[in-house]
């Protein structure tokens, strides 16, 4: 392990703010648009199964 | 898998059935891989000689950057194949990596920016590499904002292949930017031809986080391709057949 703390490791040589801001947004943003897909997913689910059958698709 | 095989998820009615029973997969493995790659950088690679541990922000921002340029040229070929060959399946995956391919090109910049303070002083330089990516980043916005534009669908498709094949242009000026022109961003560390300049933890680290990306990416575009299928294929038999398992999307 390179760390002998987990203060040491938190701290990331002083550069504190920028590792785990960068980190951080990283994951929100995967988050975010993980989320944003699985609803979309759903959403589209929902409306196809209300939906009459039987015709050409949009295309 | 044979041709005709491979061929035959063309059909949005089997690709949807295929893709659903792969992403639960593919979640799980950009979870573990992930996980090993960041174990891996964050708690057993040492640290910079000359960064310190600032550059262990190259764990995510390569990784992003790669994928930002891989999901582009996916994109674009998927668009020419929907155009060239009138494929609806071919012209709907590239609608679902464009967005994919934002949040990449994002997270490329923004990475960018927070290691570059550290390591240049500048959250920002407009040297060849960065702003190509800036320009990528354009060009994935214009691609969504043009096809969202346009009311028939089919032409939006075809007008979005154009802009993102005559776009594809700027992946190899950003692959190239650090060999062409002089500029502050750094050389290639990691290529196909000559063995990695990169200490071998780092490298594994980084290859193991590039592989969770794509992992990742698969998930999401493959979950946003199902949703855009069912948007375009609504009403239609297939779909209706679909019954109470329509309404249980996979994750």
Redo the contacts between chains.
């Keep these: ?3 002998r703390s987990a203060a040491e ?1 938190f701290a ?4 504190a703010p ?2 785990w ?3 951080g ?2 994951a929100a ?2 988050a975010l ?2 989320w ?3 609803r ?10 209300r ?9 | 898998m044979k041709t005709s095989a491979l061929f035959s998820l063309a059909a ?1 009615s089997r690709f949807y059935r295929a893709s659903d029973r792969l992403v639960p997969w593919l979640w799980v493995a950009a979870a573990l891989l992930a996980a090993a790659g960041l174990a891996l950088g ?6 910079d000689a000359q960064q ?3 550059y ?2 190259i764990f ?2 390569v990784p ?1 950057a790669w994928m930002s340029m891989v999901v582009y040229l996916a994109m674009a070929a998927w668009a020419a194949v929907g155009w060239v060959l009138n494929a ?1 399946m071919a012209a709907m995956l590239a609608r679902a990596l464009a ?2 391919g934002v ?1 990449f090109t ?2 490329a910049l ?2 960018g920016a ?2 570059g ?2 390591a240049w002083g500048a959250w920002w330089v407009w040297d060849a590499r960065l702003t190509s990516e800036l320009i990528l980043l354009f060009l994935y916005l214009g691609y969504l904002a043009l096809v969202e534009a346009i009311d028939d ?2 032409r939006a498709d075809r007008a979005g292949a154009l802009v993102a094949v005559i776009g594809a242009v700027n992946v190899p000026v950003i692959y190239f930017s650090v060999r062409w022109w002089n500029t502050l961003h750094q050389g290639a560390s990691v290529s196909l031809s000559a063995a990695p300049k990169l200490a071998s933890p780092m490298l594994v680290a980084m290859l193991l986080m590039t592989c969770a990306f794509w992992a ?1 990416a698969f ?2 575009v493959l ?2 391709a ?3 299928v ?8 297939w ?6 398992a ?6």
Aim: aromatic share 8%; with cysteine.
């Design positions: 392990m390179n760390w490791f990331m040589g002083g550069y920028f590792v801001g960068a980190y947004l990283t943003l995967m648009e993980a944003l897909a699985v979309r997913r759903r959403r589209a689910c929902a409306e196809a199964a939906e009459p059958r039987a015709r050409e698709p949009l295309r | 949005p964050l708690l057993f690679a040492p640290a310190g541990d600032a262990r922000i995510i921002h992003a609806r967005p994919t949040v994002l997270i923004a990475t927070a290691w303070k550290p669908v089919q990742y998930a999401v979950t946003r199902g949703a855009i069912l948007e375009r294929e609504r009403g239609t038999e779909v209706g057949r679909l019954g109470p329509a309404a249980e999307p996979v994750a």
